[in-house]
């Protein structure tokens, strides 16, 4: 049996990705990241100071929070305050782990970048969405700093942007929705950069087990996808070619 994608995609083909840049008006850097029917606002704040381990090192800092909103999903999510899920938690290190590999901390100076990741609406692939529409908030934050004179030169040293993918059927498919990220046997978010270098795997078999063939078809599969991301990253990101220098 052939697994048939709910929404008439190829095993290999992205759901439609739109960057609303400028979504909001008071961040540094907004950007409304559609996937398919996940939604997510990544908006970046800039902070002079760092946490109290790198003070007077001259090096800053990023640090992301990540939150799904009660309307997010078919039934009201629980609104998390003071006490946040083990899930919430380990969502936001991934994505400032990710985006983290793309700064040169030095070249920022003793700043805090902070990323924030609010799912308006979720079907699957949150979290990647979070990492790939973060990026592109915080290269347009960082353009903005340039054009202030608050920066001199880019600390951006790389690009950065993941997605989703999983076995259904023993076949690898990218970018699972919420009925295939469900249904399939092996689940993982790949995170990488502009170089095809792997930031961060995350991987399990939800039922059985997978081989290193299959593990190779999905890093594949992967690396497809997230060729696509990256080329629609510099579309949407203005000044492309001043932030890369």
């Known amino acids: 049996?052939?697994?048939?994608?709910?929404?008439?995609?190829?095993?290999?083909?992205?759901?439609?990705?739109?960057?609303?840049?400028?979504?909001?008006?008071?961040?540094?850097?907004?950007?409304?990241?559609?996937?398919?029917?996940?939604?997510?606002?990544?908006?970046?704040?800039v902070n002079e100071g760092v946490p109290r381990f790198l003070a007077d090192s001259g090096k800053g800092w990023l640090t992301a929070e990540?939150?799904?909103?009660?309307?997010?999903?078919?039934?009201?999510?629980?609104?998390?305050?003071?006490?946040?899920?083990?899930?919430?938690?380990?969502?936001?290190?991934?994505?400032?782990?990710?985006?983290?590999?793309?700064?040169?901390?030095?070249?920022?100076?003793?700043?805090?970048?902070?990323?924030?990741?609010?799912?308006?609406?979720?079907?699957?692939?949150?979290?990647?969405?979070?990492?790939?529409?973060?990026?592109?908030?915080?290269?347009?934050?960082?353009?903005?700093?340039?054009?202030e004179g608050v920066l001199k030169r880019s600390p951006l040293i790389g690009q950065i942007a993941a997605v989703s993918v999983g076995l259904l059927e023993k076949e690898a498919f990218l970018d699972l929705n919420y009925p295939e990220d469900v249904a399939a046997e092996v689940d993982f978010n790949v995170v990488m950069n502009q170089n095809r270098e792997i930031i961060e795997v995350q991987g399990t078999a939800e039922e059985g087990s997978f081989s290193r063939t299959q593990l190779n078809s999905l890093l594949d599969c992967a690396e497809k996808g997230i060729e696509k991301l990256l080329a629609a990253q510099r579309e949407a990101i203005p000044q492309w070619d001043e932030l890369f220098k």
Not at 24 to 30: D, E, F, I, K, V
Not at 129 to 134: A, M, Q
Request: net charge positive; aromatic share 6%.
């Open 1 to 45: 049996m052939v697994w048939q994608r709910p929404d008439g995609r190829k095993a290999d083909e992205l759901r439609p990705v739109i960057f609303i840049k400028d979504f909001t008006r008071y961040a540094a850097g907004s950007v409304l990241a559609k996937c398919g029917e996940t939604q997510v606002l990544c908006t970046v704040s």
């Open 66 to 147: 990540y939150r799904m909103l009660p309307g997010a999903t078919q039934q009201r999510h629980h609104r998390e305050t003071i006490k946040l899920s083990g899930r919430t938690q380990e969502i936001q290190r991934l994505i400032g782990r990710s985006l983290r590999a793309a700064i040169d901390f030095e070249a920022l100076g003793e700043r805090t970048l902070t990323v924030d990741a609010d799912v308006l609406q979720a079907d699957a692939g949150t979290r990647t969405t979070s990492i790939t529409g973060g990026f592109v908030a915080l290269a347009i934050a960082i353009s903005k700093l340039m054009n």
